[in-house]
C-alpha cells in the first residue's frame, strides 16, 4: 500500500504565483473563530511556556471537553474545580457565595451553560467534607486505553480512514495519506440497528489510509492513531467536505507538527496514557520562546472530537 512520505503530504500543493493556500483563505476568517482571535489579538498563550502551561491546565480538567476546559482558563487560571450552582448544592451541598464570578463554558444540546468554582462556594448546614474528585480534580483516574482503541480505529472508518497495521522499525510508529489510487475500496461502518436488532452496514469509501507499527503496545497504539488523525482533522490533508472539517494545506512543517502534537498529548495526557508528545512539547519550550503560529481552535476542536471517538459511538457523518 503506497503511502506518500510525512513531507510530501502537507507541502503547498498547487499554489501557483499570486495564488493563496488553503490554509492562507481559511486563516483571514480569524475573527469567526473566538479562541484564534483571542490568540492573534491579545498574544496569549503565544510565549512556549504560557502555551505549555495552558495544555497542563487543560488536560487536569478532564472531566469537562478540551475546548470548555480552554473557556475556563481564559475565565479563572486558577480555577481548581467547577460546577454549576444545581450540581454544587445538590451533590455536595454547597451554595454559590454573594457576588461570586460565574464561569461560562458551552452546554450540550444548548448554548451556555454558568459554572463557578469551588473557591466561590460556601458549605450550607448539609455540607459533606469535599470528596477527592474536588480535593484533588487534578488527579486522572484511569491509566490504559482498554477499548477505546477498538473505538477510535471503528469510528475513524466514517470518515474514510483506513488502519493498516504492518512490522516497522523502532524508529516508526505511523504515518497517514491518501489512500493509493486504482481500485476503489470501500469498507463497512455500522450506522444503528433496526426494529428487529440487527446491524444497519453502510459502505464507506476509503480515502485514508494509516499505517501503524504492529510492534506498539495498545496504548502506544492509540497515541500514534490520535496524532495522525489530529493531522486529519485539523485540516493538514484537506478535507472532502468543509463542514465536517477545514481545509488547512499550506501550513509549514512545524506548524503541523506542533497541532498534531498538542492535539497527542491533550487526549493521550486527559487519559494518563504515556505519550512522546509531553517530551515533545516540554523540549520546545526549552528551544523556543514562542510558539508557531497555530490554532487554538482547531487543536481544542480536533482534541474534542478524538476523545469523543474514543468513548462513544459516532453517528455517521449526512
Not at 62 to 73: G, Q
Not at 108 to 127: H, N
Not at 284 to 306: C, D, F, Q, R, W
Request: include cysteine; charge should be positive.
Amino acid at each position: 500500500m503506497a503511502v506518500k512520505s510525512e513531507l510530501s503530504l502537507f507541502k503547498k500543493e498547487g499554489k501557483e504565483d499570486n495564488q493563496k493556500t488553503p490554509a492562507e483563505t481559511w486563516e483571514e476568517s480569524t475573527d469567526k473563530r473566538a479562541l484564534d482571535e483571542l490568540f492573534n489579538l491579545t498574544y496569549s498563550y503565544k510565549s512556549s511556556k504560557s502555551y505549555y502551561e495552558l495544555v497542563k491546565f487543560v488536560t487536569r480538567f478532564w472531566f469537562y471537553s478540551p475546548y470548555n476546559a480552554m473557556l475556563i482558563n481564559v475565565q479563572m487560571p486558577g480555577a481548581k474545580f467547577v460546577a454549576p450552582p444545581n450540581r454544587w448544592l445538590r451533590i455536595y451541598g454547597r451554595r454559590i457565595k454573594s457576588g461570586a464570578r460565574p464561569i461560562v463554558i458551552l452546554q450540550p444540546m444548548g448554548p451556555v451553560m454558568f459554572v463557578f468554582d469551588v473557591s466561590d462556594t460556601e458549605p450550607t448546614k448539609k455540607a459533606r467534607p469535599l470528596p477527592p474528585e474536588v480535593e484533588n480534580p487534578f488527579e486522572v483516574k484511569n491509566g490504559f486505553i482498554g477499548p477505546g482503541l477498538e473505538r477510535i480505529i471503528e469510528n475513524a472508518k466514517r470518515d474514510g480512514v483506513r488502519i493498516i497495521y504492518k512490522d516497522q522499525g523502532s524508529q516508526a510508529a505511523g504515518l497517514i495519506g491518501q489512500a493509493a489510487g486504482g481500485i476503489k475500496q470501500n469498507q463497512e461502518f455500522q450506522t444503528g440497528v433496526d426494529k428487529n436488532g440487527n446491524s444497519i452496514i453502510a459502505e464507506i469509501p476509503v480515502r485514508y489510509d494509516m499505517i501503524i507499527n504492529r510492534k506498539l503496545s495498545r496504548e502506544g497504539q492509540y497515541a500514534t492513531i490520535v496524532h495522525e488523525l489530529a493531522h486529519l482533522y485539523c485540516g493538514h490533508l484537506g478535507t472532502f467536505n468543509v463542514k465536517w472539517w477545514a481545509d488547512r494545506r499550506g501550513l509549514k512543517l512545524n506548524q503541523l507538527e506542533f497541532e498534531a502534537e498538542s492535539v497527542a498529548y491533550l487526549v493521550c495526557a486527559r487519559a494518563n496514557i504515556a505519550n512522546p508528545s509531553d517530551q515533545y512539547l516540554a523540549g520546545y519550550i526549552n528551544e523556543k520562546e514562542e510558539v508557531p503560529p497555530i490554532s487554538l481552535e482547531s487543536v481544542m476542536k480536533t482534541a474534542g472530537l478524538i476523545e469523543k471517538m474514543s468513548k462513544q459511538k459516532m453517528k455517521p457523518r449526512k
